[in-house]
């Protein structure tokens, strides 16, 4: 079921929040029980069969963190930590097999005598690469002292499915909510502005997303012989935008239905294409598996505080892991693997360069393109079905015999341009942090440093602005068809 859906928009959410909030604050425990099994079915709605997989994780976790806590309170640490290790081969097992197994099959068979075996074609269990680490994070906290035994099963149900980061993230730590889980206010701000922030994700996903990812999909069918450089560079530029929008407006309506419902959890971007180097683009970018990848893999690992020769190692495994991480196919490896250059080099030569001239406009103008040309090119290796299909795609990006051509196809970037300009506008647009100039706004007036006149005006606009925005969105969502989200893949 998606945000985005007329499903969940006008009968699930509604049906769900009427249920949450009939029942009084002081009954919480009722209040999380509501939302474990309103999270349950809507995850049912979407995986009918793999609901079972979801209540095994559910228990399965819930009893291995009770075992470890208890363990930990005897002062027997080996045996508590070989539950930890229980949990993570446990939970990588079953990740590994719905999204991994295929893969490895795959490839075995391309080996002469090892053809023995066949894909299973299974179908990936939605969210599953999330709340597999999300679990993980529960067990491996509570045995670094990070976090608490949750004893309520529903509660700690509740964690694990909570249905508005439940599909796609973003990855929510269970220490990050745990006080909130036991014991939360709802104010009319935070129910204002978590439906608000709603709004926004929904409206960058709509509106944005959408129609940026209608042109990427078509350019990307072409053949290698169909692209030219431009139509290239216009379907890369296009899927840009549409993973950005499609993702962060998903995190934003996350974040927001998560503060409705009481919950504060993290943001997962931060304008990542204001970036001026990759090493800050991924300190922008999903956020939440950025971190999780740093405090679970690369600080156990040494991180930085070892040889310059076993950080790279460090790196190189990281990065390798995070592509692995995104699906089973070469080229999310590769995409992997080509960030951990990237960062590599930059890390060695770059940064220091860049430290000695973060106050010279040409420079910092050079290092933004630089930035976003190696973004976009990673996103041809993410997008593209194949890596043989990347690699060409990408030729006809950089030869300027392609880029200067004449062709027909040439009218179609035309075409593209002219036909979704406002969604072009909009795109580029809000890729920089218009909001942050806004909420200095809303302080200011809030701090009585403007007239206070001017606050009722304010809020009058913001909401005029707001519900034309919800307009705009449903008007999208009821005049098209198209309504992918790519994160659903992973």
Same mark, same amino acid.
């Given at each position: 079921?998606?945000? +985005?859906?007329?499903?969940?928009?006008?009968?699930?959410?509604?049906?769900?929040?009427?249920?949450?909030?009939?029942?009084?604050?002081?009954?919480?425990?009722?209040?999380?029980?509501?939302?474990?099994?309103? +999270?349950?079915?809507?995850?049912?709605?979407?995986?009918?069969?793999?609901?079972?997989?979801?209540?095994?994780? %559910?228990?399965?976790?819930?009893?291995?963190? $009770?075992?470890?806590?208890?363990?930990? *309170?005897?002062?027997?640490?080996?045996? *508590?930590?070989?539950?930890? %290790?229980?949990?993570?081969?446990?939970?990588?097992?079953?990740?590994?097999?719905?999204?991994?197994?295929?893969?490895?099959?795959?490839?075995?068979?391309?080996?002469?005598?090892?053809?023995?075996?066949?894909?299973?074609?299974?179908?990936?269990?939605?969210?599953?690469?999330?709340?597999?680490?999300?679990?993980?994070?529960?067990?491996?906290?509570? $045995?670094?002292?990070?976090?608490?035994? /949750?004893?309520?099963? *529903?509660?700690? =149900?509740?964690?694990?499915?909570?249905?508005?980061?439940?599909?796609?993230?973003?990855?929510?730590?269970?220490?990050?909510?745990?006080?909130?889980?036991?014991?939360?206010?709802?104010?009319?701000?935070?129910?204002?502005?978590?439906?608000?922030?709603?709004?926004?994700?929904?409206?960058?996903?709509?509106?944005?997303?959408?129609?940026?990812?209608?042109?990427?999909?078509?350019?990307?069918?072409?053949?290698?012989? /169909?692209?030219?450089?431009?139509?290239?560079?216009?379907?890369?530029?296009?899927?840009?935008?549409?993973?950005?929008?499609?993702?962060?407006?998903?995190?934003?309506?996350?974040?927001?239905?998560?503060?409705?419902?009481?919950?504060? %959890?993290?943001?997962?971007?931060?304008?990542?294409?204001?970036?001026?180097?990759?090493?800050?683009?991924?300190?922008?970018?999903?956020?939440?598996?950025?971190?999780?990848?740093?405090?679970?893999?690369?600080?156990?690992?040494?991180?930085?505080?070892?040889?310059?020769?076993?950080?790279?190692?460090?790196?190189?495994?990281?990065?390798?892991?995070?592509?692995?991480?995104?699906?089973?196919?070469?080229?999310?490896?590769?995409?992997?693997?080509?960030?951990?250059?990237?960062?590599?080099?930059?890390?060695?030569?770059?940064?220091?360069?860049?430290?000695?001239?973060?106050?010279?406009?040409?420079?910092? %103008?050079?290092?933004?393109?630089?930035?976003?040309?190696?973004?976009?090119?990673?996103?041809?290796?993410?997008?593209?079905?194949?890596?043989?299909?990347?690699?060409?795609?990408?030729?006809?990006?950089?030869?300027?015999?392609?880029?200067? *051509?004449?062709?027909?196809?040439?009218?179609?970037?035309?075409?593209?341009?002219?036909?979704?300009?406002?969604?072009?506008?909009?795109?580029?647009?809000?890729?920089?942090?218009?909001?942050?100039?806004?909420?200095?706004?809303?302080?200011?007036?809030?701090?009585?440093?403007?007239?206070?006149?001017?606050?009722?005006?304010?809020?009058?606009?913001?909401?005029?602005?707001?519900?034309?925005?919800? =307009?705009?969105?449903?008007?999208?969502?009821?005049?098209?068809?198209?309504?992918?989200?790519?994160?659903?893949?992973?």
């Amino acid at each position: 079921m998606l945000f +985005s859906s007329v499903i969940f928009l006008f009968l699930f959410l509604p049906a769900m929040l009427f249920m949450y909030f009939i029942i009084p604050k002081k009954y919480l425990g009722l209040r999380n029980i509501v939302l474990l099994f309103s +999270s349950l079915a809507f995850y049912f709605y979407g995986e009918p069969i793999y609901i079972f997989l979801m209540i095994f994780s %559910i228990i399965f976790e819930y009893i291995i963190g $009770y075992c470890v806590s208890k363990n930990i *309170a005897a002062d027997k640490k080996k045996i *508590a930590g070989r539950f930890v %290790i229980a949990s993570v081969i446990i939970n990588l097992l079953v990740l590994g097999f719905f999204k991994y197994y295929d893969f490895f099959i795959l490839n075995l068979n391309l080996i002469p005598g090892l053809a023995f075996l066949k894909p299973l074609g299974l179908s990936l269990p939605i969210g599953i690469s999330f709340y597999t680490f999300q679990t993980m994070s529960y067990t491996i906290d509570i $045995y670094r002292g990070d976090a608490k035994l /949750q004893k309520n099963i *529903a509660t700690f =149900g509740a964690y694990v499915v909570m249905f508005p980061q439940l599909v796609a993230g973003p990855i929510v730590r269970y220490r990050t909510i745990a006080d909130e889980l036991n014991s939360r206010k709802i104010t009319s701000e935070d129910f204002s502005e978590g439906a608000i922030r709603f709004i926004y994700g929904l409206a960058k996903k709509l509106i944005i997303a959408n129609a940026m990812g209608k042109i990427a999909d078509e350019i990307f069918a072409l053949s290698g012989n /169909q692209l030219t450089g431009k139509t290239a560079w216009l379907g890369a530029i296009a899927y840009s935008f549409q993973i950005f929008y499609d993702f962060s407006g998903y995190s934003d309506m996350a974040i927001g239905l998560s503060r409705v419902l009481g919950f504060h %959890i993290p943001e997962n971007f931060n304008f990542p294409y204001i970036c001026k180097t990759i090493t800050d683009f991924w300190r922008r970018w999903h956020i939440s598996l950025s971190t999780w990848f740093r405090d679970y893999i690369y600080i156990p690992l040494g991180g930085n505080r070892v040889s310059a020769a076993r950080n790279i190692f460090n790196i190189l495994i990281v990065w390798l892991l995070t592509g692995f991480w995104h699906g089973a196919a070469w080229n999310f490896v590769v995409w992997g693997l080509y960030f951990a250059v990237i960062l590599i080099f930059e890390k060695i030569f770059l940064l220091k360069f860049l430290g000695n001239h973060n106050n010279n406009i040409i420079i910092n %103008i050079l290092s933004h393109v630089y930035a976003l040309v190696l973004i976009v090119v990673g996103w041809v290796i993410f997008r593209s079905e194949n890596l043989p299909y990347a690699l060409s795609y990408m030729g006809k990006m950089f030869s300027p015999a392609s880029l200067f *051509a004449s062709s027909n196809f040439d009218k179609q970037v035309q075409y593209y341009i002219a036909e979704y300009l406002p969604e072009w506008i909009f795109a580029v647009l809000f890729s920089f942090p218009l909001g942050i100039f806004i909420s200095k706004i809303k302080t200011k007036i809030e701090k009585g440093n403007i007239i206070k006149s001017a606050g009722p005006v304010f809020y009058g606009v913001r909401l005029v602005y707001v519900f034309a925005i919800f =307009g705009l969105a449903i008007l999208y969502l009821v005049s098209s068809s198209f309504n992918p989200f790519i994160y659903f893949r992973f």
